[in-house]
């Protein structure tokens, strides 16, 4: 039995800027070492194991918490992903990646779960809302410069994202938005800028198309923008 | 460039447009001719070249933040169904 427990041992925390410069496990779950990966589990690796839940967990459980009402229920439907992923390993085709499969399961788990506690209401409203990118008032609205920016956005000069992030203020602002987004905006943005995920993959996952998953991705980076600008103009010191 | 051709060209496509397009246009899913109408607009109008940097930056900054690693709280029982499926019958 492979003893080896070292991914377990770090208790999950925001990384800090003082160790910032440490870059998170790569665990190669695309392609061909999905089928090394997928051997090393169905062989009964318990150290491939943890890799894999270790590096996906934070993920799915941010994913569950757009369709469920809170964490705990979120941390249930996580841990039913994961038992079915298990008792799934032999049935697992490999006609999609691993991951790909992991987080189909998840999204269909937890909208169902979603459903059954009568939360969908709130998305299906969502999902015709308007397509404006933030505050249309920021654009004119009419005569020669119409959809031209009134109140252009402020440059953010020499913040750079090391910057910003240093300060535990705007890393809490970033994920209270980040927390906010509705279900449908949320899965894209962990998709695609957290996990990293490539665009086919995550609308195979998602089951929308490109263009679909560009304005989602869109609207959901753009209200973090928001809640940086908001932060920022906040440090600003009064004139 | 005359001003009034200036004009012209920032207005083949509005700004309300190029913000909307921003991420596709950073992720490179447009077009030749949109991501050339694009171009030319930021090329040009400060208020977009900002708004389309600063959501470069809110997808570095996310990437950044995302460096965590979670464990679940029942990870032993986990651990325990991916053991136990290798000795069912
Ligand atoms: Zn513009």
Redo the contacts between chains.
Sequence with gaps: MNVDASPLTKSARYRNSADRTAVSCQLPTEGKSDNVLLARLRQGDEGAFAELVTHHHSALIRMAMGHVANREVAEEVVQETWMAVITGLDRFEGRSSLRTWIFGILIHKAKDRGVREKRHVTFSSFEGASDEVGDPSRFHQSGKWVGHWALPPQPWDDQTPEKILASQQAVNAINRAIESLPGTLKNVLILRDVEGVEAKEACEILKITETNLYVRLHRARERVRQAVEVYLAGQQPAL | MAQEERDQV??EI????V??W???YL?E?VGDERKRQIAVHLAM????E??V???A???????????????????GR??Q???D??NRP
Aim: one cysteine or more; proline letters at 2%; a neutral charge.
């Design positions: 920032v207005a509005t700004c309300h447009e913000a909307q921003a991420s596709a992720e899913h109008c400060a208020g977009c900002t708004y940097k600063q959501i930056t809110v997808r570095d900054m996310i990437r950044q933040l995302s460096q965590v690693e979670d464990v679940p709280s029942n990870m986990l651990r169904a991916f053991v499926r290798l």
